[in-house]
């Protein structure tokens, strides 16, 4: 079982940056595979990056090239640098976590929102 907890949101302007950060609490992280998702008013949650206990990557194609998703299992957190911002980016940002052989993620975290104008 872990707690999760983003951080790092926040109003940036069109081609800015910003870096999220999902602090765990628990046991057991680096075995999980970790993921960022996020869910603008009145659309479907989306997940945008994932990586696994081995470091392996995969994005969504609305995000490849502008973020990057990292983890240091040793402060049992996981990051989302994100370059190139745009305004359809704005959304809550969701910190997500489970076991890689899961079918869906069973741990969130309460989100971090971000803001593009």
């Known amino acids: 079982h872990v707690q999760l907890v983003e951080s790092g949101g926040g109003s940036v302007q069109t081609g800015g940056s910003l870096r999220l950060s999902c602090s765990a609490i628990?046991?057991?992280?680096?075995?999980?595979?970790m993921a960022w998702f996020r869910q603008a008013p009145r659309k479907d949650r989306e997940g945008i990056a994932v990586?696994?206990?081995?470091?392996?990557?995969n994005y969504a194609d609305s995000v490849t090239g502008r973020f990057t998703i990292s983890r240091d299992d040793a402060k049992n957190a996981v990051y989302l640098q994100m370059n190139n911002l745009k305004p359809e980016d704005t959304a809550m940002y969701y910190c997500?976590?489970?076991?890689?052989?899961?079918?869906?993620?069973?741990?969130w975290g309460q989100g971090t929102q971000v803001t593009v104008s």
């Open positions: 990586i696994d206990k081995d470091d392996r990557t």
């Open positions: 628990g046991e057991g992280f680096g075995r999980y595979c």
């Open positions: 997500a976590a489970d076991f890689c052989d899961r079918a869906d993620f069973g741990y």
